[in-house]
C-alpha cells in the first residue's frame, strides 16, 4: 500500500511539474490516449487530447 502512495504522489509531482514547465504533452501522458478522453471547464465538456489543449497563458500554475 506504502508503494501504491508513493507511485501515485510521483505521477502527480511529475504531472505539475510538466504543467508548470508548458509541458502539456508531458502533463497527459498519465491519461489514456483516447478519443473518449473527456474534461471540464469554462468551455464545457472537451473530448480527446487534441482538444484539451490550451494556450500557456490560459491555465495556471498547479501545486499538490
Do not use: C, P
Amino acid at each position: 500500500r506504502a508503494k501504491a502512495k508513493e507511485d501515485i504522489k510521483a505521477v502527480l509531482f511529475s504531472q505539475q511539474k510538466s504543467w508548470n514547465d508548458g509541458d502539456l504533452l508531458s502533463f497527459m501522458d498519465a491519461y489514456i490516449k483516447s478519443d473518449s478522453l473527456s474534461f471540464i471547464g469554462s468551455r464545457g465538456v472537451q473530448y480527446g487530447l487534441g482538444k484539451t489543449y490550451l494556450s500557456k497563458k490560459q491555465y495556471h500554475r498547479l501545486k499538490y
